[in-house]
């Protein structure tokens, strides 16, 4: 039976005003608009966005704007990595209060870092590979959301650097760190060794300086790179890390580490890659880190001691240590294992590894050492050497 002209045009109302809500529903939100406007302005070449002239189209559509993704009307994503954008962005940024993605990573972007302030949805921040000359000190605050944070390669408060924000203590969500070569200053904060999901922290190329916090060994991080600091690097011993079972990768080179490595080392047995080049490590190598089947093991420049273990890694470095052979599984001569025995009571002072090196004591004598006429050691004397008898 046909309809009546009344419902059919209470039909023809009804899709026309669902249409209209659709389309109400659509519209971005109209602070989003505006940092997005403000985005594209401050940029030297915005063409490579593709976006349409200001005033004209929806950036969440439909159809979307290249690069923005939205939710209900409000931008929740801006995707622009690896375009070759320059430019800096606009001090509204924060605005965008439901972004929970941003990619900016591999561009030219340049200039001062706006705050990320109150951006508490922010999952994912990839703002790594750019010039930012400057990161405000308020910019790590209210991020209790964010999971992957990465500032890798900015010159980042170039001439006096910066330290790490206590703020990020409240990012208990944080599972990825990411600040290589970004000017950190200072000592490592005790609460990164407290934030419970933390899995990768990557600071390598900074000025980071003192010690590895105690509680890191409490830690559940996989992959931990703290290698090459300037001005002397990271000093203290490695005890710490012989407790981070859950390592897979440590890159330690470029520090001033001492001491020797801790036996407890042999129970990272998850580890496939560890650094240790150009430190002031000394001492005998523990057979558990020997036995440790990692893909790769980087001794080189230090003061290790004593025998070369046969290694079950897949590539291993030791040059420029103080080695009594040259070659794995070689014994030391008796003298040499005995005063090896000598200065393990001392701790393996650097100043005594660095100059006792070799298989033979007293063929040219090493510092310190007297021998008699059958090139047995006969004296040892070390005075103002500040030594002290050690016991674990």
């Excluded at 390669?153 to 760190?177: C, D, K, R, V």
């Excluded at 970004?182 to 899995?199: E, R, S, T």
């Excluded at 890159?251 to 129970?267: A, C, E, R, Y």
Aim: proline fraction near 7%.
């Amino acid at each position: 039976m046909a309809e009546s002209g009344d419902v059919s045009r209470l039909r023809v109302g009804l899709v026309l005003i669902l249409c209209f809500l659709k389309w109400v529903h659509a519209v971005t939100d109209p602070n989003d608009f505006e940092v997005l406007m403000d985005f594209k302005k401050g940029l030297e070449n915005p063409e490579l966005l593709r976006w349409p002239e200001e005033g004209d189209d929806d950036p969440c559509g439909p159809p979307l704007w290249p690069h923005v993704f939205c939710s209900d009307g409000r931008v929740t994503q801006i995707q622009v990595q690896n375009m070759s954008l320059a430019g800096s962005l606009p001090e509204n940024f924060n605005q965008l209060t439901k972004l929970y993605n941003l990619g900016l990573q591999k561009n030219n972007f340049t200039g001062k870092l706006p705050t990320f302030r109150g951006l508490s949805e922010l999952q994912y921040a990839f703002l790594d590979f750019n010039h930012f000359d400057t990161i405000p000190a308020d910019f790590f605050d209210g991020l209790t959301s964010i999971r992957v944070l990465s500032l890798d390669y900015n010159p980042l408060n170039h001439t006096a650097g910066w330290s790490f924000p206590a703020a990020l203590e409240g990012s208990s969500q944080l599972t990825n760190l990411s600040i290589s070569s970004c000017n950190l200053v200072g000592p490592l904060p005790d609460f990164l060794g407290k934030l419970p999901l933390l899995n990768s922290l990557r600071l390598s190329y900074n000025q980071l300086a003192g010690e590895i916090p105690a509680n890191f060994g409490q830690s559940s991080m996989t992959v931990l790179w703290l290698n090459n600091q300037e001005g002397g690097g990271l000093s203290g011993t490695l005890d710490v890390v012989g407790e981070m079972t859950s390592l897979t990768e440590l890159w330690l080179q470029g520090n001033s580490f001492t001491g020797t490595i801790p036996d407890s080392i042999g129970g990272l047995v998850l580890l496939k890659k560890l650094n240790l080049n150009g430190n002031k490590l000394a001492g005998v190598i523990p057979q558990g880190l020997a036995d440790l089947e990692l893909d790769d093991l980087d001794l080189n420049n230090n003061h290790f001691m004593g025998p070369i273990p046969k290694f079950k890694a897949s590539k291993v470095s030791y040059a420029s240590n103080s080695f009594c052979q040259s070659k794995p599984g070689l014994s030391c001569a008796e003298q040499v294992n005995v005063l090896l025995d000598f200065v393990a009571d001392l701790n393996y002072p650097v100043s005594i590894a660095s100059e006792w090196s070799g298989n033979d004591p007293c063929g040219v004598p090493w510092p310190g050492l007297n021998c008699d006429a059958n090139s047995k050691v006969s004296v040892i004397n070390l005075p103002r050497r500040n030594l002290t008898v050690w016991r674990p």
